[in-house]
């Protein structure tokens, strides 16, 4: 595992090579850091993970140069990852890749999908056996019940849940009575929710 500290003069490894273009403070190349952030990390957070060094030291291979992702030089703090499905690199040498999970949760009436609830409710991360962070594909409502997806795979999450690649989600609701022609017309017709058209 590489050292945190700077290299060695006259050492083999060295800081990889920048573009003529790119100077430390640029914004890291396209595919970095334009995805959508679920299951994102913090890059520097991922370095002190992996057991690089302190998070602090980490920041400073960042800015100095030395990090790459996707083969491209990061200089930018704060720049969010996939650990699962990037390939990171400190002074040349690959950190191992994070294995890939997804669970396939029921999810239960009275679980949060949330991962962080301050009232202290079931969550349904809580519900499998990860040795690792996963977040869901998507919500379901705490009264809510029925298939869930669990995954640290930022990319497949993005796949199935952002509008624009048009995976569609069909649901059951059971109301108390019979609903009207007029209300069933109005649910065909869309919904205007506080963030936008349901």
């Known amino acids: 595992m590489p050292s945190p500290r700077p290299t060695p003069h006259g050492s083999r490894r060295?800081?990889?090579?920048?573009?003529?273009?790119?100077?430390?403070?640029d914004r890291p190349a396209t595919g970095v850091d334009r995805r959508r952030e679920d299951g994102l990390e913090r890059l520097q957070k991922v370095l002190a993970t992996a057991g690089i060094g302190?998070?602090?030291?980490?920041?400073e291979l960042i800015t100095a140069g030395r990090v790459e992702v996707d083969r491209?030089?990061?200089?930018?703090?704060?720049?969010?990852?996939?650990?699962?499905?990037?390939?990171?690199?400190?002074?040349?040498e690959r950190l191992p890749r994070v294995r890939r999970v997804v669970y396939l949760?029921?999810?239960?009436?009275?679980?949060?999908?949330?991962?962080?609830?301050p009232a202290g409710r079931p969550r349904a991360v809580d519900l499998v056996p990860a040795d690792q962070r996963l977040f869901a594909v998507g919500r379901l409502?705490?009264?809510?019940?029925?298939?869930?997806?669990?995954?640290?795979?930022g990319e497949l999450a993005n796949l199935l849940a952002h509008p624009r690649y048009g995976v569609e989600k069909k649901y059951l609701v059971q109301v108390a009575g019979v609903p009207s022609t007029e209300v069933l017309d109005q649910l065909r017709q869309g919904v205007r929710l506080a963030g936008g058209e349901g």
């Open 72 to 92: 491209a030089v990061v200089t930018q703090l704060g720049t969010r990852v996939d650990p699962a499905s990037q390939e990171i690199r400190v002074d040349g």
């Open 14 to 25: 060295g800081p990889p090579r920048r573009s003529p273009a790119q100077r430390p403070g």
């Open 54 to 59: 302190s998070r602090r030291a980490c920041e």
């Open 105 to 117: 949760l029921n999810k239960p009436v009275g679980v949060v999908t949330t991962n962080y609830d």
């Open 141 to 153: 409502d705490r009264t809510s019940e029925g298939l869930l997806l669990l995954t640290n795979d």
